[in-house]
């Protein structure tokens, strides 16, 4: 899949109960200047605010008992 900015087709954003956000699709993740970090197909997204890997998921809403 092309990561070239150029893709129009939305993301598949799909929460997972009690854990992150799945997100599909030709993404880019970008730093707060704009600049591309990584170009990826699948990402699982914090949100439940207590991963020390910002912003995915590091798998520390199991231990806290996120519920969503
Ligand atoms: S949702 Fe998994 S660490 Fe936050």
Redesign the pocket.
Known sequence: MAHDGQNETPAKITPLKN???KVEGALQICGPDGAVLEAKDVV????????K?KP???????P?G?EA
């Open positions: 854990g992150p956000v699982f997204l914090c949100r439940c605010g207590a991963s890997n995915y998921c590091d798998g520390s809403h199991k806290m996120f």
